[in-house]
């Protein structure tokens, strides 16, 4: 019989629910985005996550069984993200799935967040026709983290999805997650909320434009030397450079008025924005980007290459970077390494990953004990 478990995420700023088969198969895929209540801050407000998770988790259920065609009956299981996140998000998601679970009589499974991006890549992968081979290296690189894993499977029969995965941490950010310093670097130079995407798009134009910028326009930022661990990440000094530049150049005030006025008139996106961007700032956006997305490249595959890996993947938030996707496309050939990624919406928070993750716990026999609390510094390894 195929197993159908729900599985609730509301770890951050979307509320999500969805009904997966046997780890794979995805039935139906519900996410409420709280994009609009936050972005007038500039970034995720806690207290109003809580609130907004409140009042769309029993329609984001509802609509992923309906989507689905099921009915709570038909469920074997219930999957919850315990951590990590904000405390109140994930306190409701958590509660009301351990109210559904006790009432439908079936088993609740807590899900570690982070495991849940790692099968979002596995759940994209099955949809491809496709089985990434272990061990792999893993890069999670969202708002919240950027960390890198060394992932072997665990358990005796069955493939990934049954067995699931075994962790080992090799690294992650001393400072900033790389989708952090893009939403912090987006609100400096007034180009709206959430960074990623915006900058994503406009730095892709300039790449298509071509180099038509002089030299002393063109902000070099070196690679990032880290002390110690090789596999660790920083991305403030970016940030800061960006920031320092942008203070020195009070020819930039006006251009950053222009734009916080567009945001204010709804106009966010690149096609508003770019045109009210000098080509200095154009630039610097470029480099900015070519900066993280060299880092994130380059001390994924040197850690690839380290543990004898020649599978990476990739997921989180900012895995849905196109200059991301495409430098990481060109260097793992010649690496001898197979890259994988989630699609756009497996890669940002979604619960198919979070009932995906949970069905080689159901196997195990991982069930949540009544005492699950919320943990929003939980570990992966
Ligand atoms: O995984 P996610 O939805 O939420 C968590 O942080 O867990 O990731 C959101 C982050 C934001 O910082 C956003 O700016 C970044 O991912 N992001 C991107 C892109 N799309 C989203 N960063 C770079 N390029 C993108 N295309
Ligand atoms: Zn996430």
């Known amino acids: 019989m195929p197993t159908r478990i729900l599985g609730i995420e509301s770890s951050c700023d979307e509320t999500a629910a969805a009904i997966v088969v046997d780890g794979r198969e995805i039935l139906s895929s519900v996410v409420a985005s709280q994009l ?4 007038k801050y500039g970034g995720v407000v806690p207290e109003l996550a809580s609130r907004e998770h409140l009042r769309q988790i029993v329609p984001v259920v509802r609509e992923a069984l309906s989507q689905a065609g099921l009915t709570f009956a038909d469920l074997d299981a219930v999957g919850v993200t315990h951590g990590p996140g904000l405390v109140g998000a994930l306190l409701v998601g958590l509660t ?19 495991e849940g991006h790692v099968h979002a890549v596995f759940l994209e992968a099955h949809l491809a026709g496709r089985t990434p081979t272990l061990p792999a290296v893993c890069l999670i690189v969202s708002g919240g983290h950027t960390l890198l894993y060394h992932v072997q499977t665990s358990g005796e029969e069955g493939d990934a999805a049954e067995r699931g995965f ?31 995407p915006i900058i994503d798009q406009i730095a892709s134009r300039v790449v298509a434009a071509g180099n038509v910028f002089a030299d002393e326009d063109r902000l070099n930022f070196g690679p990032v030397k880290m002390k110690g661990n090789a596999h660790d990440f920083s991305f403030s000094g970016i940030k800061t450079a960006v920031l320092y530049y942008v203070r020195e150049h009070p020819e930039f005030t006006g251009e950053i008025e222009a734009r916080k006025k567009a945001l204010e008139q709804g106009l ?27 880092d994130l490249t380059t001390r994924t595959l040197a850690a690839a290459s380290e543990t004898g890996s020649h599978t990476v993947l990739v997921s989180g938030g900012v895995a849905a970077n196109s200059a991301l996707r495409k430098q990481f496309e060109a260097k793992a050939g010649p690496a001898g390494v197979d890259v994988f990624f989630p699609s756009r919406a497996l890669s940002t928070d979604n619960a198919a990953m979070i009932a995906a993750a949970a069905y080689p716990h159901l196997l195990a026999g991982d069930i949540a004990a009544d005492e699950l609390n919320a943990e929003p510094n939980l570990r992966l390894a």
């Not at 009301?96 to 570690?112: D, H, Q, R, T």
């Not at 090799?170 to 180009?191: I, N, P, Q, S």
Request: charged letters at 25%.
């Open 268 to 294: 966010r996106k690149a096609a508003d924005l770019a045109p009210l961007c000098s080509p200095r700032t154009l630039s610097l956006i470029s480099n900015f980007q070519s900066a993280v997305v060299r």
């Open 36 to 39: 609009d209540i936050h972005r």
């Open 96 to 114: 009301y799935a351990k109210v559904l679970a006790a009432e439908i009589g079936k088993p609740l499974i807590p899900v570690n967040h982070l």
């Open 166 to 196: 075994q962790f080992r941490r090799l690294g992650g950010t001393r400072d900033d997650a790389a989708g952090e310093a893009y939403d912090k670097v987006a609100r400096l130079l007034a180009l709206g909320y959430p960074g990623g």
